[in-house]
């Protein structure tokens, strides 16, 4: 339902970010995106948003341990200090941490080290999949069927209670555009991605 973002999600996150050294798969049902720097992830059909993502994540789980999940209506508008992230990744898989967000949403509730704070159980939005890092084990047992991304955010953040190693950073480390809500252009945050250069035609 969001394949007209691509393009301009796979722009910017090239020009923003073209030192990423992860594999990069974009999940769909049946479309390619025709990338040269994403791989495409098929899935066929799904009956909601968390199903699509627990079939995703059963195929990464078979190579991958982590994941940092996005979704593509979350625009790059700036560069992405790949040294940093590197460095709270070392630190995050050291304490053996199951979330990590990079968008300081929720705040922490405790300082934990100089890169990022404890998310505390009780938290409300404490698990989220903007931009944040996820053991996947973890957020398999958090995802259930035919949950929207909305209701994970807000049923999920009790399921979560069971778990600790929870963080987020002190500061937004990601800039990004939050252009499209419920399936609707923002028309402040679409003028802000006009004014960087970037067309948009519908």
Known sequence: NYSDLWPIFIS??????PDCPFDKFISTNFL?????????????????????????????????EYALITLEDLILT???NNDELLLMISE???????????????KPTHKFN??????????????????????????????I?????????????IRSDSFDGFYVVYEDFFSVS???????WVPGERK????????INS
Request: charged letters at 30%; glycine letters at 6%; proline letters at 2%.
């Open 145 to 157: 069927t035919n949950e929207n991304a909305w209701e994970f955010e807000r049923y999920a953040s």
């Open 78 to 80: 700036d560069k992405v």
């Open 114 to 143: 100089n890169y990022f704070g404890e998310i505390k159980e009780g938290s409300l939005y404490r698990p989220t999949c903007v931009y944040s890092l996820w053991k996947i084990e973890t957020l398999l047992k958090l995802l």
């Open 12 to 17: 910017q996150f090239e020009k923003n970010w």
């Open 192 to 199: 802000k991605l006009e004014k960087l250069g970037i067309c």
């Open 178 to 184: 939050n252009a499209v809500i419920k399936g609707k």
């Open 92 to 106: 995050f898989i050291q304490v053996k941490g199951n979330y990590l967000k990079f968008i300081r949403k929720p």
């Open 32 to 64: 390619s995106t025709n990338s040269n720097s994403f791989n495409d992830i098929k899935i066929g059909k799904d009956n909601s948003w968390s199903d699509g993502v627990i079939k995703i994540l059963n195929i990464l789980k078979n190579k991958y």
